[in-house]
């Protein structure tokens, strides 16, 4: 039997954390730009929609379908910044996302805790929010803070606000957090501004970033992308950071989820670089395995690090800066 010599391929032998080769990432950057001519992302947002179609985007209102074009999601991947400057509000806790360079954060957001005094197991409040930022504050292996806990003694429609006054004010170093919706984003932003200076001061020294998720299968929904948008315009670096399940809202095949995950995010790159052009965007993850016995994500499971090394090595073939969760 004749095989013809390979023409151009790498392989990947022994283990290691390089997950895949090149010609590997290749192949799920067009199996995702398939999906998104093909398929599409579902977009609730009519405004969102609007950017989408203005800027090249095939869109069906009624079914609130937005189709990609290839060119229009490699354009907006060139034009994504590949560092970013992250400030804290004590300059020495500055810090810059950029190839090659790693850094570590809490994980977030957990909404039980076992209560340091009474050992008491409760839902999580905002001074739980202030003693997290406090903590990771004083821990130099901490590069930035990202909201570990939530506020659930607050209203929930204002509890990214009351959460960003406790991390605020008990923190120097660089913050992350969720704002819910567009109205409470523009409000954080306020808050950050009114702590460096102003809106001016504040683009020069961004003490804050926000994270949004896109909802998996391939969903983008109004309070994503209020964010992604109002984001843009202030200049705010968003986290888009996807949480599909494999064998739950995503395929079972740890190959099939990646694609899934990426065009999700790369949905909302999209959607930030057509607002604003070189707005800063992180490619984020915290996808991981859906537990089929006891119906639960599993954020510790061996397959959450193998899909995260493997989201790592996409965000650097993009030359994105990355976020993703550990194993």
């Known amino acids: 039997m004749k095989r013809n010599l390979f023409?151009?391929?790498s392989r990947q032998e022994g283990i290691g954390?390089?997950?895949?080769?090149e010609d590997e990432l290749y192949a799920i950057h067009c199996s995702t730009l398939d999906v998104l001519k093909n398929t599409g992302?579902?977009?609730?947002s009519e405004d969102a929609r609007e950017i989408f179609a203005n800027g090249g985007a095939i869109v069906d209102n009624k079914s609130h379908m937005v189709k990609f074009p290839a060119h229009l999601v490699e354009d907006s991947i060139r034009s994504a910044p590949s560092t970013i400057f992250l400030a804290g509000r004590n300059p020495k806790?500055?810090?810059i996302l950029e190839a090659n360079r790693v850094g570590f954060t809490n994980f977030g957001e957990g909404i039980r805790v076992i209560d340091p005094f009474t050992k008491e197991y409760r839902k999580t409040t905002k001074q739980d929010v202030a003693n997290t930022a406090l903590i990771c504050d004083a821990m130099s292996e901490i590069d930035v803070y990202e909201r570990a806990v939530a506020a659930q003694d607050e209203n929930a429609k204002v509890g990214s606000l009351h959460e960003a006054e406790a991390y605020f004010t008990n923190t120097s170093k660089h913050c992350f957090s969720g704002a819910s919706n567009g109205k409470n984003f523009k409000k954080i932003v306020e808050m950050a501004a009114a702590i460096v200076g102003g809106m001016d001061k504040l683009r020069e020294r961004p003490i804050y970033s926000t994270i949004v998720c896109p909802t998996?299968?391939?969903q983008l929904v109004t309070d994503c992308t209020e964010v992604i948008i109002e984001a843009a315009k202030a200049g705010i670096a968003v986290n888009i950071l996807s949480m599909a399940m494999a064998g739950g809202s995503s395929p079972v095949t740890l190959a099939g989820t990646l694609v899934t995950h990426n065009a999700e995010v790369l949905s909302g790159i999209v959607l930030s670089q057509l607002t604003v052009k070189g707005a800063p965007v992180i490619y984020g993850s915290s996808t991981t395995?859906?537990?089929l016995k006891y119906t639960t994500a599993p954020v510790g499971s061996p397959e959450l690090g193998m899909i995260n090394a493997g989201v790592a090595k996409l965000a650097q073939y993009y030359l994105l800066p990355s976020w993703v969760a550990g194993g």
């Open 7 to 9: 023409a151009g391929a």
């Open 289 to 291: 395995i859906m537990d």
């Open 216 to 218: 998996s299968p391939l």
């Open 17 to 21: 954390l390089n997950m895949f080769t």
């Open 41 to 44: 992302i579902r977009v609730e």
């Open 93 to 95: 806790n500055d810090i």
